[in-house]
C-alpha cells in the first residue's frame, strides 16, 4: 500500500503510525512537510521518505487580517499540490493519506488523488470564548480576537469536506467541532511508549552548574516547550516563592523556551519568564531555580525519572504528550482541573488536582509531595497503570489506530 503522510512539521503526531506502517515491506510511506522543517534530524524515520514543499510566497500585508491565516493556509495547500503531482508523476498513488487538518494541507487532496481514502487528524477547533480564549481573566479578549478565531476555523471546515473521517487525540478536543461532524470524528491519542518511559530509581540528571540530582532530592518540576500563561507558567511562578519559603531544600527545575508557542508575548517584557523574574523574582532564591530550555529528550526523560512533584497547567486547550510522558515515568502529577486534563487525571486516584488560579492550593500540594513522597508514592504508581491501560503505544494505541485505517479502507 502506498501511504502518503502530510505534516507541515513532520513527524507531529504521526510518528509512531508512520514508523509502524513503513516497517513493514508492503507498503510505501512518504511523509511530506515544510522544507526546513523536515530537515531536522528529529524528522528522520526509518522506511519514511521525506519529501519538503516550499510556500511560493507569504499572506499579503493587504489583505483583512482576519485572513491572513486562511491566506496562508491556501498557499500550503497549493504547495503541497504542486508536490503531490510531482510524487504523482513518479508512479506514486497512495491508497492512504494522513493530513493535519489545520494549516490548508489538506484542501485540495481530494482534487490531486481522487480515489485515496484521505484521513483529517483534526486537533483543536477555536471558541471565540469559554475554552482557551476567555477562560484566563487576567488577559481579556475583544470582538477583533473572537471575530479572528471565527474566521480561522474556515480552513478545518472546508478541509472537512474533502476528507473521508476524522482523528482527534482526545474526547474533549472532538468534542470541540460541530456535533454535526461529531460522528465521523474517531478519538485515539497518539500514544506513549510506555516500555521506553518508566520509573528508574537510579536515575541522575545533571544541571548545567553541574549539579547532579537523584531520586533523593527535593525536585520540583514544570515542562512545557514554551514558558507562556497558556500552560500555567505565571501562576506556577507565584506560587514559587511561597514553596521555597516552606521547603528550604527544593531544587526546581524548569523546561522550556522562551518563545511564544500560544497566545501572546508580554507587553512589558522580552518575554515571559523575564516577565515572571520581574514580578516575583526578588521572593526567590535563584539559586535554587533552574531554567533549563528545551532539553534533548533522553535528558528530558532523566529529569522526570527524578522529579518528586511534577506539575501541569493548562487553560482548557490541547493536551500536552508531556504530561501523559510523566504519568508514565512514574511522577506524582499535580495538575490543573482543566479540560482536557480531567479526561485523564481522578483527584487523589492518580494525580492531584487544582483549581488553576488557585495558588495557594498548588503551593499546599507542592509542599505535601515534597515533603512526604511516600505517603503519595501510590498516585505514581496508579498514574503510570493509568497510562499503560488507555494510552500505551504498543498494546492499546497502535492496534486501534489500525483497525480504524482497515476500516477506513475497507469498510
Known sequence: MHVLFIHQNFPGQFRHIAAHLASSPEHVVIAMGEKKNIARPDA?????????????????????????????????????????????????????????????????????????????????????????????????TDFDRKFLLRIRNATHLLTWTNVDSGWSPTQWQKSLFPAVYQPQIKVIHEGIDTTHIMPNPHAKFTLPSGQVLTRQDEVLTL????????????????????????????????????????????????????????????????????????????????????????????????????????????????ASATPPVLEVVKDQENGLLFDFFDIAKLTALAVAVLAEPERFAHLGVAARETIIRHYDLKTVILPAQIQFINKLLHG
Not at 51 to 66: I, M, N
Not at 81 to 105: D, M, Y
Not at 283 to 312: E, I, M, P
Open 223 to 334: 515542562v512545557n516547550r514554551a514558558l507562556e500563561p497558556y500552560r500555567g507558567f505565571h501562576v506556577f511562578m507565584r506560587a514559587l516563592p511561597e514553596i521555597q519559603r516552606q521547603r528550604p531544600n527544593a531544587i526546581t527545575v524548569i523546561v522550556g523556551s522562551d518563545k511564544v508557542g500560544y497566545g501572546a508575548a508580554p507587553q512589558n517584557a522580552e518575554n515571559w519568564r523575564e516577565a515572571m523574574l520581574a514580578e516575583v523574582g526578588d521572593q526567590l532564591d535563584l539559586s535554587r531555580v533552574h531554567f533549563v530550555g528545551n532539553l534533548a529528550y533522553g535528558n528530558y526523560l532523566r529529569l522526570l525519572q527524578v522529579s518528586r512533584a511534577h506539575t501541569y497547567l493548562t487553560y482548557p486547550f490541547v493536551l500536552s504528550w508531556s504530561m501523559l510522558e510523566a504519568m508514565a515515568a512514574g511522577c506524582i502529577l499535580l
Open 44 to 140: 528522520q524515520i526509518a522506511g519514511v521518505k521525506l519529501v519538503g514543499y516550499e510556500l511560493s510566497r507569504t499572506a499579503q500585508p493587504l489583505t483583512h487580517k482576519y485572513l491572513h491565516g486562511p491566506e496562508e493556509n491556501i498557499l500550503r495547500g497549493q504547495a503541497v499540490v504542486r508536490t503531490c503531482l510531482q510524487l504523482k508523476q513518479q508512479g506514486f498513488n497512495p491508497q492512504l493519506i494522513v493530513s493535519h487538518a489545520g494549516w490548508g494541507e489538506a484542501l485540495f487532496l481530494r482534487d490531486v488523488f481522487p480515489d485515496a481514502r484521505i484521513l483529517g487528524y483534526f486537533e483543536f477547533y477555536y471558541h471565540a470564548q469559554g475554552k482557551d480564549v476567555g477562560f484566563d481573566p487576567e488577559f481579556p
